[in-house]
């Protein structure tokens, strides 16, 4: 059997484009999907994509960690987040390939089913600009608790909320006001049963993340994720010491080699590699065994397309130490309209499949009835008063 394309599929879904990889095999009907999508960077990494066809077409499909090497390695220049994604969404769709070809679900190739269902969270949105007063805050606790309960009623027992607005080097007591504010109005409307994750996007300086833990933390957060920028591993370490609450990081990590500081300078208790960045199924067991050693949970990152569900789905059902995975089930009301699966959901769990591969196909037909778009969040810039860049 061997590889005789590598292509992409790209449909937009308003916040982002999802990037779809297909590889196609000289076996008849048999090819694999996975998913390469990165927020506003969709026309690099399908160009990725296509720099990484030639060394794959006349392959074999099956010789999955030979393949990996050979993108990763013979490139030379080490991969960032753009060519590791397009690597993940290529080293997806092998798994799906091998799956299908030995008549499996991935999950059972990854060493067999740890867990009888998988426990989902989806992210509430949210974060305000900038500092706000004091009816500014009631409004938006409002806001998120009602949204909070909608999702509640669909079955999920956890929900993730970004309310840390974005800061300067310090926070005004305004900032920590609002957080407080909105976490405490989550934690009276949802009880002490529904977990709340907090999502700082990397916004704040070590000691304005400190600070925002210690605010949070009598309303018991199941963690607060990525309370600073991922560059600086010694900052998440000193604020993962200080913290009164588990802190999380990841998502904007690569391979395993990105995770390696972290884990040796304990600067988390969870990691979020995500399967269509990080480097793919394989690299995410690896990463994820490295973890195990340090006692450190895996709450996989993914607010991407269905694809990425599907591979999620198998990580978490044979991953030991996994704790929670993302998922992102209300973008666009098509979402499942361009892909056919039998993945099924119940009291906020994904449930395991039994279909061959990673059990789902891409609908090219409705797929290309969203075409590719700029995203619009592409152009948002988030600004201090004085006109400052911050992260968002």
């Known amino acids: 059997m061997k590889i005789t394309r590598v292509s992409s599929v790209v449909v937009n879904a308003e916040m982002r484009n999802w990037v779809f990889v297909k590889v196609e095999t000289d076996q008849d009907g048999l090819w694999g999907w996975g998913e390469a999508s990165l927020e506003w960077k969709t026309r690099a990494v399908v160009g990725a994509i296509d720099d990484f066809a030639p060394m794959l077409v006349g392959e074999d499909p099956t010789r999955i960690e030979h393949l990996y090497q050979k993108m990763y390695r013979q490139s030379f220049w080490r991969m960032g987040v753009i060519g590791m994604s397009a690597i993940s969404g290529i080293e997806q769709a092998l798994w799906d390939i091998l799956g299908k070809h030995k008549d499996s679900p991935v999950c059972e190739l990854l060493g067999g089913r740890v867990r009888d269902k998988v426990r989902m969270y989806t992210h509430l949105g949210g974060g305000q600009m900038s500092a706000v007063y004091e009816t500014q805050m009631q409004a938006g606790a409002s806001q998120f608790v009602d949204l909070a309960r909608e999702v509640v009623e669909q079955g999920y027992t956890a929900v993730k909320v970004l309310l840390t607005p974005p800061t300067e080097p310090l926070n005004s007591a305004a900032d920590c006001r609002y957080a407080e504010g909105v976490m405490r109005a989550l934690r009276d409307g949802l009880g002490e049963d529904i977990d709340i994750m ?3 996007h990397g916004r704040h300086f070590p000691a304005n993340a400190i600070e925002f833990c210690r605010v949070l933390a009598p309303y018991r957060p199941y963690f607060v994720e990525e309370p600073v920028p991922p560059e600086n591993v010694e900052a998440m370490a000193e604020v993962r010491r200080a913290s009164p609450v588990p802190i999380a990081t990841g998502e904007r990590l690569v391979t395993r080699f990105g995770f390696r500081e972290v884990l040796e300078k304990q600067a988390c208790h969870i990691i979020q590699p995500d399967l269509c960045h990080c480097g793919g199924l394989w690299e995410a067991k690896k990463i ?15 607010p991407l397309g269905p694809v990425a569900n599907a591979a999620a789905l198998h990580f978490a059902l044979s991953t030991p130490n996994f704790l929670i995975q993302e998922d992102m089930l209300s973008d666009v009301p098509w979402r499942w309209d361009v892909v056919k699966h039998d993945l099924r959901t119940e009291d906020g769990h994904w449930l395991p499949t039994n279909a061959p591969g990673l059990g789902i196909e891409v609908d090219e037909d409705e797929a290309r009835k969203h075409p590719f ?6 152009s948002l810039t988030v600004r201090a008063a004085d006109g400052a860049i911050l992260d968002w």
């Open 288 to 302: 994820a065994a490295m973890a195990e050693a340090y006692y450190v949970g895996v709450a996989p990152h993914n």
């Open 198 to 200: 907090v999502d700082c």
């Open 373 to 378: 778009k700029q995203e619009v969040m592409h």
